[in-house]
């Protein structure tokens, strides 16, 4: 399974969020104007338990004409409505933003993860980057539009709430202020310990995510080996692990809640013995006790969502480190900053350029490791010269390291040592788009997108044309095409048609020629084929292709005699050169390398 890397908690909150503000920036007004209508909401909710003083000191009391009542009873109302009336706008003015921002850093992330090199999604589970760029995101916007806002507007009414205690009683203020210390004390252990557990929930999440997604790709293999039920177990054993973790993250949660509840619930109870004393000696009017307990309740619902806030705080910061993990990956392999232009060997200018006009491909002294193997090196030594409009047959025992030379050329991977050149310039002193426009490459697993066969087909064409089009087909002798329901315009895919191995094979090895390139590389794109349907294949690419270099890995003597020149690997490098036939004559490696792919699998090997 592929382990991302984790990154140690190393961030403080201040500086994870911090790094929100060019995301915000552009919606920093809206958001601004949706803080202030939150805050009148607090304030107005607020300035109710004032006017309720006042009725009580100055307008309750026997002989109170009616009218004088229903003015007061009227302002209650408006404010009540007004509150509500901020507490829309509120809603009005974040929303937009937020899920515009929502949508920004999910096209960046997916931006990000298309140019990150194939190094990076060798290490990363798929179901870690999708639910970094869905739960992740979308916890981020709930907290911008609500969480975040409410957290300073709680506050601030908390703030204002207690100066309007002291207002009406210094000591009473002061009693509920004691009340604030354990709770302080209380925050920083759930500080702590929330963020631990958030962390590990949503990683945890992530990795539920590529559980589901290997079991639901790998169907067939779980059905027919009967091991649909150790998928589930083992599905079970991780919903299980996320469930308990999910648990230990509400218990803390409400352990935090249940004293940032009751705490102010218990100074309430102190200061109403408190305040019923105070009124009794004279030292606090009725009113203003009831001033005092109207503001104590007001704020009671904003103390009670501070705490859920805060969590909801550090549970967000924990998605923005999470997707701040992939955000800095770095992308090692671009483009120089002064790229060099392609080199036109044929003399034309660079308008005349064509991207099918071929080029000689070199490679010089070549080492490769992958970087989770660096001090085993797959490729080591390796020189090669591939002559402009050749074609190379790449021909070696399995695992011999065919596959990683051939991902060199479009620079898929970067080479660690010597370097590979296209008509005589080093590939990383070219731009990477033109590399990759000039480079086309057909892999062994042939993956086909959830589009028709047309766009599958010219994905990387420089003009899609229906002429490209069908001499794509033709030469990859996909004419099964045509017998598909829609032909050219069927949909296939994942959420298409289904199609066989040997007809991917043909629309995969189809798009890299219908791009024209000056160097083709065909990764043992022919495998699924017949012998004849293969034979049929080659011998159109090399009537088709014959301006087109050409390096092919074959695994069968009918394609290698096709070639021009054969090339061996072995032992990580290039060990000789030369035609089918001069290597038959003179290399014992290759004769045997020849006759495994030409013998019939014996009984032994069968069973
Ligand atoms: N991402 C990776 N990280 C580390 N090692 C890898 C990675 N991909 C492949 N390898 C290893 O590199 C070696 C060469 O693999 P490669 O696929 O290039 O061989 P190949 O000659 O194309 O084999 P085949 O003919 O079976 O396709 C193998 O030992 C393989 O296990």
């Given at each position: 399974?592929?382990?991302?890397?984790?990154?140690?908690?190393?961030?403080?909150?201040?500086?994870?969020?911090?790094?929100?503000?060019?995301?915000?920036?552009?919606?920093?007004?809206?958001?601004?104007?949706?803080?202030?209508?939150?805050?009148?909401?607090?304030?107005?909710?607020?300035?109710?338990?004032?006017?309720?003083?006042?009725?009580?000191?100055?307008?309750?009391?026997?002989?109170?004409?009616?009218?004088?009542?229903?003015?007061?009873?009227a302002i209650v109302a408006v404010l009540g409505a007004l509150e509500a009336f901020f507490i829309y706008l509120r809603r009005v003015f974040v929303i937009t933003p937020a899920s515009l921002l929502?949508?920004?850093?999910?096209?960046?992330?997916?931006?990000?993860?298309?140019?990150?090199?194939?190094?990076?999604?060798?290490?990363?589970?798929?179901?870690?980057?999708?639910?970094?760029?869905?739960?992740?995101?979308?916890?981020?916007?709930?907290?911008?539009?609500?969480?975040?806002?409410?957290?300073?507007?709680?506050?601030?009414?908390?703030?204002?709430?207690?100066?309007?205690?002291?207002?009406?009683?210094?000591?009473?203020?002061?009693?509920?202020?004691?009340?604030?210390?354990?709770?302080?004390?209380?925050?920083?252990?759930?500080?702590?310990?929330?963020?631990?557990?958030?962390?590990?929930?949503?990683?945890?999440?992530?990795?539920?995510?590529?559980?589901?997604?290997?079991?639901?790709?790998?169907?067939?293999?779980?059905?027919?080996?009967?091991?649909?039920?150790?998928?589930?177990?083992?599905?079970?054993?991780?919903?299980?692990?996320?469930?308990?973790?999910?648990?230990?993250?509400?218990?803390?949660?409400?352990?935090?809640?249940?004293?940032?509840?009751?705490?102010?619930?218990?100074?309430?109870?102190?200061?109403?013995?408190?305040?019923?004393?105070?009124?009794?000696?004279?030292?606090?009017?009725?009113?203003?006790?009831?001033?005092?307990?109207?503001?104590?309740?007001?704020?009671?619902?904003?103390?009670?969502?501070?705490?859920?806030?805060?969590?909801?705080?550090?549970?967000?910061?924990?998605?923005?480190?999470?997707?701040?993990?992939?955000?800095?990956?770095?992308?090692?392999?671009?483009?120089?900053?002064?790229?060099?232009?392609?080199?036109?060997?044929?003399?034309?200018?660079?308008?005349?350029?064509?991207?099918?006009?071929?080029?000689?491909?070199?490679?010089?002294?070549?080492?490769?490791?992958?970087?989770?193997?660096?001090?085993?090196?797959?490729?080591?030594?390796?020189?090669?010269?591939?002559?402009?409009?050749?074609?190379?047959?790449?021909?070696?025992?399995?695992?011999?390291?065919?596959?990683?030379?051939?991902?060199?050329?479009?620079?898929?991977?970067?080479?660690?040592?010597?370097?590979?050149?296209?008509?005589?310039?080093?590939?990383?002193?070219?731009?990477?788009?033109?590399?990759?426009?000039?480079?086309?490459?057909?892999?062994?697993?042939?993956?086909?997108?959830?589009?028709?066969?047309?766009?599958?087909?010219?994905?990387?064409?420089?003009?899609?044309?229906?002429?490209?089009?069908?001499?794509?087909?033709?030469?990859?002798?996909?004419?099964?095409?045509?017998?598909?329901?829609?032909?050219?315009?069927?949909?296939?895919?994942?959420?298409?048609?289904?199609?066989?191995?040997?007809?991917?094979?043909?629309?995969?090895?189809?798009?890299?020629?219908?791009?024209?390139?000056?160097?083709?590389?065909?990764?043992?794109?022919?495998?699924?084929?017949?012998?004849?349907?293969?034979?049929?294949?080659?011998?159109?690419?090399?009537?088709?292709?014959?301006?087109?270099?050409?390096?092919?890995?074959?695994?069968?003597?009918?394609?290698?005699?096709?070639?021009?020149?054969?090339?061996?690997?072995?032992?990580?490098?290039?060990?000789?050169?030369?035609?089918?036939?001069?290597?038959?004559?003179?290399?014992?490696?290759?004769?045997?390398?020849?006759?495994?792919?030409?013998?019939?699998?014996?009984?032994?090997?069968?069973?």
């Amino acid at each position: 399974m592929k382990t991302e890397s984790r990154t140690a908690e190393t961030t403080t909150l201040f500086g994870t969020l911090k790094r929100l503000g060019p995301f915000v920036k552009p919606y920093s007004w809206r958001l601004f104007g949706g803080f202030l209508a939150a805050l009148a909401a607090g304030i107005v909710a607020l300035a109710i338990p004032q006017v309720m003083g006042e009725l009580v000191n100055n307008v309750l009391h026997p002989g109170t004409p009616t009218s004088a009542l229903l003015w007061v009873t009227a302002i209650v109302a408006v404010l009540g409505a007004l509150e509500a009336f901020f507490i829309y706008l509120r809603r009005v003015f974040v929303i937009t933003p937020a899920s515009l921002l929502e949508a920004e850093m999910r096209i960046g992330l997916f931006k990000h993860l298309q140019q990150l090199p194939v190094s990076f999604h060798d290490k990363w589970a798929s179901g870690q980057l999708l639910s970094r760029s869905m739960a992740d995101l979308s916890h981020t916007r709930r907290w911008l539009a609500f969480g975040a806002i409410m957290f300073v507007v709680s506050t601030v009414t908390i703030i204002v709430g207690l100066g309007v205690m002291f207002s009406s009683s210094w000591i009473l203020g002061v009693l509920y202020l004691l009340g604030a210390i354990p709770v302080v004390i209380r925050s920083f252990y759930f500080r702590n310990r929330f963020r631990v557990v958030s962390r590990l929930s949503q990683d945890q999440a992530g990795d539920l995510a590529t559980n589901v997604e290997e079991s639901v790709q790998g169907i067939r293999v779980l059905k027919a080996f009967g091991r649909g039920q150790e998928a589930l177990d083992g599905f079970e054993t991780r919903a299980q692990t996320l469930r308990e973790t999910e648990i230990s993250k509400a218990k803390t949660l409400g352990a935090f809640l249940a004293v940032i509840v009751s705490v102010p619930e218990i100074v309430l109870a102190l200061g109403l013995i408190l305040g019923t004393w105070l009124v009794v000696h004279q030292q606090l009017t009725v009113g203003g006790l009831v001033a005092f307990f109207a503001t104590a309740a007001v704020l009671a619902r904003p103390v009670e969502s501070v705490g859920m806030l805060l969590g909801m705080t550090f549970a967000t910061k924990t998605a923005l480190d999470r997707y701040f993990d992939v955000r800095d990956s770095v992308n090692t392999i671009t483009s120089p900053a002064q790229p060099k232009p392609f080199p036109d060997v044929d003399g034309g200018t660079p308008a005349a350029a064509s991207s099918s006009k071929s080029a000689s491909l070199e490679l010089q002294n070549v080492s490769f490791a992958f970087a989770d193997a660096p001090d085993a090196p797959i490729l080591k030594d390796v020189n090669l010269a591939v002559r402009p409009g050749e074609t190379m047959a790449l021909v070696g025992v399995t695992g011999s390291g065919k596959s990683a030379l051939c991902e060199l050329v479009p620079r898929l991977y970067d080479v660690t040592g010597g370097r590979i050149l296209l008509n005589g310039v080093d590939l990383r002193e070219l731009d990477l788009e033109t590399v990759r426009s000039r480079v086309s490459i057909a892999f062994e697993d042939s993956i086909l997108f959830s589009s028709t066969v047309r766009d599958n087909v010219l994905l990387g064409a420089p003009e899609r044309t229906e002429a490209a089009l069908k001499e794509a087909l033709a030469v990859a002798e996909a004419d099964f095409v045509n017998e598909l329901p829609e032909g050219v315009n069927t949909m296939i895919g994942e959420q298409g048609l289904s199609l066989s191995g040997g007809q991917r094979q043909r629309l995969s090895l189809a798009r890299a020629i219908a791009a024209k390139p000056s160097v083709l590389v065909l990764d043992d794109p022919l495998s699924a084929l017949d012998v004849r349907t293969e034979e049929k294949v080659t011998e159109n690419l090399r009537v088709a292709l014959q301006r087109t270099t050409t390096l092919i890995v074959a695994h069968r003597p009918s394609t290698v005699v096709l070639a021009d020149r054969v090339a061996l690997l072995k032992d990580g490098t290039i060990v000789d050169v030369g035609t089918h036939a001069e290597m038959l004559a003179r290399n014992a490696d290759y004769r045997d390398v020849i006759s495994s792919f030409e013998q019939a699998p014996t009984v032994e090997e069968v069973l």
